[in-house]
């Protein structure tokens, strides 16, 4: 379930509007982790996803294209529109560089290898006539916002919407009165709701690949050794983040002036980090929530995205 740490001046924390499937946010996350682990574990959607793919009316896909990984998620939609999650898959990127296309052929290419295993893994197709969305990072330019759309049309779907990645959060997290932070690997996207409506958007750099260079530089390791030991021995790493995590606590207070009083809702993978709630907390002085399996609240809410006829 969602957890909310307090720093010392807390902000109000107000509940989290039901989601669209009729499952809270929390459920549905749940949900997908169970999805993400099957697929893992045995490249077949579980018994529950197997089920709402049997009896979907149709199906949605999205596609999150992140700095560390890309992560392909399938939706069955029911009749009654409850959607389910029945395929979700990832592959290392290094594609991207704080959330923008640097290696088109590469980036293609990964994208292409998770439809294909997906189409495989599912029994059905996932080109024409599937809705599919992707997102970008907010504020980038156009053209840079339209790569995302490009790598995923020559990677074989049809119909790519574009969403950026803040909204694609909030898709899945219903927030009502309250920040939505997007820690990706590249940069932390900041969405300010009230009443349920967008007053405030705008990112900076700085995301779990920042992390890993403090982290890499301070043990003397390669940069591509830092996730997998920060995984390994959080407890060695931890002292080595801090400053990291405080300067990206730093760019959610720079993006949150008149804001203060909204707690932080986290989103994406880069904090998940045990410690991290608190070093937000009590950086900022105010309350931070995070939710189960936030790795995952992104690319759920980029399939979720309405996609144009």
């Not at 749940?30 to 697929?39: D, F, K, P, R």
């Not at 959607?83 to 979700?88: D, G, K, L, R």
């Not at 983040?241 to 949150?256: F, H, K, S």
């Not at 989103?267 to 998940?272: E, I």
């Amino acid at each position: 379930m969602a957890t909310a740490t307090a720093g010392r001046r807390p902000g109000r924390r107000h509940p989290a509007r039901a989601a669209e499937t009729r499952r809270t946010p929390d459920q549905l996350l749940t949900a997908a982790a169970a999805t993400a682990g099957s697929v893992a574990r045995d490249g077949a959607p579980d018994g529950p996803a197997a089920a709402a793919l049997a009896a979907a009316a149709s199906l949605r896909a999205g596609v999150d294209l992140g700095t560390a990984s890309c992560v392909l998620v399938v939706l069955a939609v029911a009749p009654d529109g409850t959607e389910h999650p029945v395929w979700i898959d990832a592959s290392p990127s290094g594609a991207l560089a704080d959330g923008v296309v640097v290696d088109f052929a590469r980036a293609t290419a990964t994208v292409r290898r998770l439809r294909e295993r997906a189409e495989a893994g599912l029994g059905v197709g996932l080109g024409a006539g599937v809705p599919v969305a992707t997102a970008h990072p907010p504020c980038i330019p156009a053209a840079d916002a339209k790569a995302c759309s490009y790598v995923c049309e020559t990677a074989g779907f049809d119909r790519v919407a574009l969403v950026d990645e803040v909204a694609a959060a909030q898709r899945t997290l219903g927030i009502r009165d309250g920040v939505v932070v997007d820690v990706g690997g590249g940069s932390t996207g900041v969405g300010v709701y009230r009443d349920g409506a967008l007053v405030a958007l705008d990112d900076r750099a700085g995301g779990g690949h920042h992390l890993d260079l403090m982290l890499a530089g301070g043990l003397g390791i390669a940069v591509e050794e830092a996730e997998p030991y920060k995984r390994a021995h959080p407890d060695e790493a931890f002292p080595l983040l801090v400053p990291g995590l405080q300067r990206i606590a730093e760019n959610v207070r720079a993006l949150t002036v008149g804001a203060e009083d909204l707690p932080l809702h986290l989103a994406g993978g880069a904090l998940m980090i045990a410690g991290a709630q608190r070093v937000l907390a009590t950086y900022l002085e105010r309350t931070v929530v995070t939710h189960p399996h936030a790795l995952l609240i992104t690319p759920i809410g980029i399939a979720r995205a309405e996609v144009p006829a």
